[in-house]
């Protein structure tokens, strides 16, 4: 590790869930490295096939690797109460409440749309305009292990979900990574800055983002 890296390395926190919840699939796993909290859970196999098989055929079809689309109304409501839609709105709800201490009176899911990078494809750092948004895994790349332990201001070389709130403050923790598993799903407030850089190695990283809003009692 060059003398870079370790000086940056002080500003990173360790993913560690600080408290739990019941999620719509089990448990719900929240992380508050630097303030906000984050959620990550994990959604059922059959919606995740449901998902690639779609975007596999999407892909064909147009003959690319690289891409990003929105989901049709109807694949995002297919499956009634075990649909994805159902599955993102429960898992909104829980972490909302398990933050807030308020109760949900509705949750609109504004948009679901599909990330597929192929090796080197980068998501600069960015936010949303939702009040929530979050990523969930369909398919993750096989990540050179020489790639995967570098580390830099803005995380980890290697696909992983990177999440930053403020920056260089002393007695502080600004970063956290996650490494992305498939069926993995993390909520995070639509403000919080997060991305991720490219990869190096075989396969694709494929990923599904949504933005929701929500309506409190009160």
Not at 57 to 82: D, N
Not at 162 to 191: E, R
Request: contains cysteine; charged residues 20%.
């Amino acid at each position: 590790m060059d003398s870079a890296t370790r000086s940056l390395k002080k500003y990173e926190a360790e993913p560690i869930a600080v408290k739990t919840a019941d999620g719509s699939s089990g448990a719900m796993e929240l992380f508050s490295p630097f303030g906000p909290f984050i959620a990550k859970t994990t959604l059922p196999s059959d919606v995740i096939s449901r998902i690639n098989q779609f975007v596999d055929h999407e892909l064909a079809q147009a003959g690319v690797r690289g891409a990003e689309f929105i989901l049709p109304q109807a694949l995002v409501e297919e499956g009634g109460e075990h649909s994805l839609m159902q599955h993102l709105a429960n898992n909104i709800i829980a972490y909302h409440e398990a933050c807030e201490n308020s109760a949900v009176v509705s949750v609109t899911i504004e948009a679901v749309w599909i990330v597929n990078q192929p090796e080197g494809s980068p998501s600069p750092v960015h936010f949303h305009s939702s009040d929530v948004s979050g990523v969930l895994y369909l398919q993750t790349p096989a990540i050179d292990v020489r790639e995967e332990q570098r580390n830099y201001i803005s995380g980890r070389n290697a696909g992983y979900l990177n999440v930053l709130s403020g920056g260089k403050q002393p007695l502080n923790k600004s970063l956290i990574s996650f490494k992305p598993v498939v069926g993995d799903l993390y909520v995070f407030p639509g403000w919080l800055l997060h991305g991720v850089e490219p990869f190096r190695g075989s396969g694709e990283r494929r990923s599904l983002a949504f933005n929701a809003m929500v309506e409190i009692k009160g």
